[in-house]
Structures are given as structure tokens and as C-alpha cells.
């Protein structure tokens, strides 16, 4: 008879954390429990993927309806009504929170709705001051916002809550060039706010490809959005209005009506007591696991972005439940990060898996196959959108290492080339597939000569 309350103890209700507990109960049999302090979904169901791609839907329909006038539709064209938004935002994510939840009870797990921290080893205590022992604890706590000093206390917003605003802005500075910073900026300019992304590097979307940056900036500069690089703040006060004033390294002085800080996010892991447990962590706080996602403590475990190695909901999914069936099913799985695709829900959409041409060229020889050009849909209304589909190819072998778009539903397309990537398909492969015409994607299997070589 166990000696624990619980064979496994989750810390935290997001995607990986409900994956493991319910495939460790469900499937092998354990007995679990799990806490989430906040609400059942985590960061990519409440305050991340699901109302993010729900905001692209409704930025993009203002771009469709001026299309669709260009087309020759007689259509009135209205300001958007961000409270009707909200409002049926709210019930979306209330009705996937009591999903996520009762999906975790049905396969046996017990919820706690408080926060728990590591007490030991195999201990958690709960808010409420309870100490539950536990042979396994599995973190899951996933990622939080960084705002940077000296800015943390000016009330500026970051991801967490951008959902969560009474009213659209008129203006707003969004600071940060990742993946966050340009989906934001691009969805409240769709919605009608006049934005300004702010950053200091030389490009945006920093370690994607270069053709693809290059192209997701050019749109974002098209669609209206004011984009500054190689741009900081020197300073930022709130005014007594609530507005802010913002001062850069390019001498300007210019007011905003909010400031949204997309500057990066750190592994959650502020007080939980995993240092003090002896778990190593390493820089940022993220916690160190071996490839089964085991810690130095061998009863503790971590999956998701709380351990900063791929910070995307698939990649936690499959890491908690690699470890379930790791533990608890006695089959060792190591969750596979190579060829991992993803995509930015800018608008065109960006998606990209394998390596870009810059790591492909530090590795050996390669030859670059790309097509720019203006799709159908909008070359006949004179819009000057342009799409990208480019292949990194490996010059000796002839394998495919890194494919990547920028078009309408590319999400949906990367995740297919993710499929073939993963295969080992060679640029043979491509160009003895037929093409699908009239497609965007057609230029994948018809791109016969290099465009260049390294």
C-alpha cells in the first residue's frame, strides 16, 4: 500500500499539466492530483492561443470587407464593437475552462483550485496551508510576461492583459519584436487602433529566416502599422490622465494612450520552492530537465515552457504526455524536438519549420529555392501583399531542411510541410509531385532552380 496521498502531483492546470495527469490516471492507472491557482486551460486556452487566433479572426474581417468592396460588393464598412467582442470572447474561454476541467475529473483526477508550492521533495503545500504528499511532482506552471526595469510598475499592459481591456485604445507602442509583440501589433491595428511597434534590434521576428522576416515587416509596414527598428525606450512616464509619454533612442517624445510590453516571457517559477527542493534551475529560472523531463531530483519532473525549451502548447502536450507514459506506463519516451513546426498569426500568416538558410549555411552547402510574388486572390484588385515560399536545401544530399511561407493560412500549410520535413523528403521529392493549380502553394513543387547557393 503507497505511503503517499497521491502518485503524482501536478502543478499547474495548462496544456502539459492536464495532458500528464489525465494520461497518467486514465491510462496507467495513477492516482492523481493536480492545482491551478489561476483558471483550468493555462496560458494558451485563457490568455494565449485561443483568444489570440480568435482576435486574428476579427482583425482580419476588416481587411476582407475592403476586399471584398474592391471585388465589386456593395458593402458599408462600421467601427469595430470590441465590448460585443469581449463579451463573447468571455463565454468562449469560460466554456473551454469548465472543458478543460471536466475532462481532468472524468479520468479521475482531483483539482485543486488554489496555488500549491514544493515543500520537499515529495510534498506540496497548498495555499490553504494543507500538505499533501505525492511520489511524483510534475511542474507545469508554463511562462509569465516580463515587463523590464524600470518599467514594471507604470501599469502598462503585456499579454496577460490584452484580453481583458474594457475598451480599444486609440493609439498604443508595443514594445518587443517576437512572435508576441508582431501578432499583437498586427491584430489592434486591424481592429482600428493606430499602433507603433517599437524595437531594438535590427529586424523583427529575431532567429526566424531572414527572407521571412523580411516579409512579415514589409505587410505589417503595408497594412499601416508603424514599425521602428533598432528603436528603445529611454524613458516612460504615465501621465495624469492615464495616458503615457514615451521617450526613444531616436531623440522623439511622443504620447500613447497605453503601452503594451512584449518583451519576452520567463519561465513561472517565482515561489514555489523549487530551489529550495535542490532542483536546479538555470538562467531566467527555467528549470533543467533531462530528456525525459526529469530534474536533478529525481521525484520532481517539469514540462512546457516552465523548462524554456520550445515554448509552444503542442511541445508541452506531447512532453506531458511522454512523461506519463514514461513513469507511469513504463514505456520511456523521449519527446522528440527536432523539425518542431509553428506559425505567426500576423497578417499574412508566417509558417516555418527545419532551419533556417542562416543555420543550414553553418552546417555545410546549400542551395535556396524561393519564389516572392502577388497572389491571385489579391494581384486582382492591385494589392501589393506579396507571398513567400522558400526551401533550404542541402547541396550534397539533397534533403529538404527547412521550409518557409508567408501567405494566407500558412499555419495550416507549415503543418503539412511539417509532416514532410519530418519524413526526410529531398527537393526530388517535391519536384516529382504534381502541382495543384491554381494554388499558392504550387510554387513549392515548381521551384526547378536555385535562387542562390552558400
Not at 494565449?48 to 471584398?68: N, S, T
Amino acid at each position: 500500500m503507497s505511503t503517499f496521498d497521491y502518485d503524482l502531483f501536478v502543478i499547474g492546470g495548462g496544456s502539459g499539466g492536464v495532458r500528464a495527469a489525465r494520461i497518467a490516471s486514465s491510462d496507467h492507472g495513477a492516482k492523481v492530483a493536480m492545482a491551478e491557482e489561476f483558471r483550468m486551460g493555462g496560458t494558451c486556452v485563457i490568455r494565449g492561443c485561443v483568444p489570440k487566433k480568435l482576435m486574428v479572426f476579427a482583425a482580419g474581417h476588416g481587411a476582407a470587407i475592403d476586399e471584398a468592396a474592391a471585388y465589386g460588393w456593395q458593402v458599408e464598412k462600421g467601427r469595430f464593437d470590441w465590448r460585443a467582442f469581449r463579451t463573447r470572447l468571455d463565454g468562449e474561454l469560460r466554456r473551454l475552462e469548465s472543458i478543460y476541467t471536466r475532462n481532468a475529473e472524468a479520468a479521475g483526477v482531483t483539482i485543486f483550485h488554489q496555488r500549491a508550492t514544493v515543500a520537499d521533495p515529495h510534498t506540496v503545500r497548498l495555499a490553504d496551508g494543507r500538505l499533501i504528499t505525492t511520489r511524483h511532482i510534475l511542474v507545469a506552471t508554463g511562462g509569465t510576461p516580463f515587463v523590464p526595469e524600470p518599467y514594471a510598475d507604470l501599469g502598462a499592459m503585456t499579454s496577460n492583459e490584452i484580453f481583458l481591456m474594457d475598451r480599444l485604445p486609440g493609439s498604443m507602442l508595443v514594445l518587443g519584436g517576437g512572435f508576441i509583440a508582431c501578432e499583437m501589433a498586427g491584430i489592434l491595428q486591424g481592429l482600428g487602433v493606430a499602433v507603433t511597434l517599437m524595437y531594438r534590434g535590427t529586424q523583427i521576428l529575431r532567429g526566424f529566416d531572414s527572407d521571412l522576416q523580411g516579409h512579415v515587416a514589409a505587410a505589417l509596414m503595408q497594412q499601416g502599422l508603424n514599425l521602428e527598428v533598432n528603436t528603445d525606450l529611454t524613458a516612460l512616464e504615465r501621465l495624469p490622465d492615464g495616458r503615457f509619454r514615451a521617450s526613444d533612442t531616436q531623440g522623439r517624445v511622443r504620447e500613447f494612450d497605453t503601452v503594451l510590453f512584449a518583451t519576452g516571457r520567463r519561465p513561472n517559477v517565482d515561489g514555489l520552492g523549487l530551489a529550495e527542493a535542490g532542483v536546479n534551475l538555470g538562467d531566467g529560472g527555467a528549470v533543467i530537465v533531462d530528456d525525459y523531463s526529469q530534474t536533478n531530483i529525481p521525484s520532481i519532473f517539469a514540462v512546457g515552457d516552465v523548462t524554456d525549451r520550445i515554448q509552444l502548447t503542442p511541445v508541452a502536450i506531447r512532453e506531458g504526455h511522454a512523461f506519463a507514459d514514461t513513469v507511469f506506463g513504463g514505456t520511456p519516451i523521449k519527446p522528440d524536438h527536432t523539425m518542431v513546426a509553428s506559425a505567426v498569426f500576423t497578417r499574412p500568416e508566417a509558417g516555418t519549420v527545419g532551419l533556417t538558410e542562416e543555420q543550414a549555411r553553418a552546417e555545410g552547402p546549400v542551395e535556396i529555392y524561393m519564389a516572392s510574388f502577388n497572389p491571385m486572390q489579391t494581384s486582382f484588385i492591385k494589392a501589393e501583399t506579396k507571398a513567400l515560399m522558400k526551401l533550404v536545401v542541402c547541396a550534397k544530399t539533397r534533403k529538404v531542411l527547412g521550409c518557409h511561407i508567408v501567405a494566407p493560412g500558412a499555419g495550416e500549410l507549415i503543418q503539412l510541410a511539417g509532416v514532410i520535413l519530418k519524413m526526410g523528403a529531398t527537393k526530388d521529392d517535391f519536384d516529382r509531385t504534381m502541382a495543384v493549380h491554381p494554388t499558392m502553394t504550387e510554387e513549392l513543387v515548381l521551384l526547378r532552380k536555385p535562387t542562390r547557393t552558400a
